[in-house]
């Protein structure tokens, strides 16, 4: 599947802001969407993180205790946590990987079952007719 397809991206069409490949990405799988819900969390963790050490613990720029000179006791922290959201991203997806299966092996089931008793139905109505 191209890029133009997971984007939902018609060739003829022009791309405007309504079809922007930035605003729809809806082919993009739930497993995928789960794992980049992860890491932005991360992201803005990060991001917290390096707001609360500049205004209430070291007062320096918040610049520099976002990326450019981040203590290395701070990068170590920051680094677990993020790893630790995108883990936990990892292990949900996973699960709700197996559940969408299950469901789906669930419906299947109930489908097979619906038509043998409907094959059922039509050979006891022929028999008794």
């Known amino acids: 599947m191209s890029l133009r397809d997971k984007l939902q991206i ?54 520099d205790t976002l990326i450019l000179k981040v203590p290395p006791h701070e990068l170590y922290f920051r680094l677990f946590i993020l790893l630790v959201i995108f883990l936990f991203g990892v292990v949900t997806s996973g699960t709700l990987a197996r559940r969408k299966f299950a469901e789906e092996e669930l419906r299947n089931a109930l489908n097979r079952l619906e038509d043998e008793k409907a094959k059922t139905d039509a050979v006891r109505g022929t028999t008794l007719g």
């Open 10 to 63: 018609d060739a003829d069409a022009p791309l405007t802001p309504s079809t922007s490949p930035m605003i729809r990405l809806t082919k993009l799988r739930y497993k995928d969407k789960v794992l980049l819900a992860s890491v932005l969390v991360g992201v803005v963790a990060w991001v917290l993180d390096a707001a609360i050490d500049s205004l209430v613990f070291s007062r320096n720029v918040f610049l």
